[in-house]
């Protein structure tokens, strides 16, 4: 069964350093997303994507973020100076077209700040 | 108006028995509610989903429930074993290209043996 993948399964950076997320979506899939979830607490949405360009953002995706499809496979969010409130767990996502619903899940990337 | 309310934070079963979750929300545009189960350490994994033109889903042991007057839906989870045992969350979205998911709180579900 097809399913997004996620690297690293675990990050640790020192604050304001750059990190950078990767995500294989599904293979055609269209949209995808990006979420994160503080320990405890519940998934939030911070952006999504299609055909190259962000469709939506949170409030939490500030200049210091930003998306990217650098090729036909993968899907990175980067962050530019990480600060300690960024250590979440981070949620690629994709859904497989406009007139689909369900969005799957990767495995997350745990992104520790010190 | 974009939030979704979930209740119960946890709850304990006992195996062979009735798991219920109840969510709610406030936004009237949305239009698609799907739960997800969540085991430690990994992502969401969708459970469920139903479109407010039905009251009532059924797969295997989950059953979803809505109410759209109420603007409430719920999670039943008949004959609740260990294996159910993880954290479940409500979510709802507008059908729209980009559609995010608005999550609930999560409820963490242990069904005892």
């Known amino acids: 069964e097809p399913e997004v993948t996620q690297t690293p399964s675990h990050q640790v950076t020192q604050m304001g350093q750059e990190v950078i997320l990767r995500c294989v979506p599904i293979?055609?899939?269209?949209?995808f997303y990006w979420y994160r979830q503080i320990l405890g607490q519940k998934v939030e949405f911070l952006v999504s994507?299609?055909?190259?360009?962000?469709?939506?953002k949170s409030e939490i995706f500030d200049d210091q973020f930003s998306v990217e499809r650098p090729d036909g496979s993968n899907f990175t969010l980067k962050i530019r100076s990480t600060k300690l409130e960024d250590s979440a767990m981070y949620f690629c996502?994709?859904?497989?077209?406009?007139?689909?619903?369900?969005?799957?899940f990767g495995p997350g990337t745990r992104l520790t700040v010190t | 108006q974009q939030q979704v309310k979930q209740s119960p934070q946890s709850l304990i079963v006992q195996k062979g028995g009735i798991s219920i979750i109840n969510c709610a929300y406030e936004?009237?545009?949305?239009?698609?509610f799907p739960w997800y189960q969540q085991f430690p350490g990994k992502g969401p994994a969708l459970l469920i989903a139903?479109?407010?033109?039905?009251s009532e889903k059924k797969e295997g042991r989950f059953t979803i429930s809505f109410n759209k007057s109420a603007k409430q839906f719920s999670l039943h989870i008949m004959d609740s074993q260990p294996g159910d045992s993880a954290t479940y969350f409500c979510?709802?979205?507008?059908?729209?290209?980009?559609?995010?998911?608005?999550f609930g709180e999560g409820t963490q579900l242990t069904v005892n043996p």
């Open positions: 996502a994709s859904k497989s077209g406009p007139s689909s619903y369900e969005q799957y």
């Open positions: 293979s055609n899939h269209l949209y």
């Open positions: 994507f299609y055909n190259n360009e962000i469709s939506e």
């Open positions: 936004n009237t545009a949305f239009d698609y």
């Open positions: 139903i479109r407010p033109d039905v």
């Open positions: 979510a709802a979205s507008k059908w729209t290209s980009g559609s995010r998911l608005t």
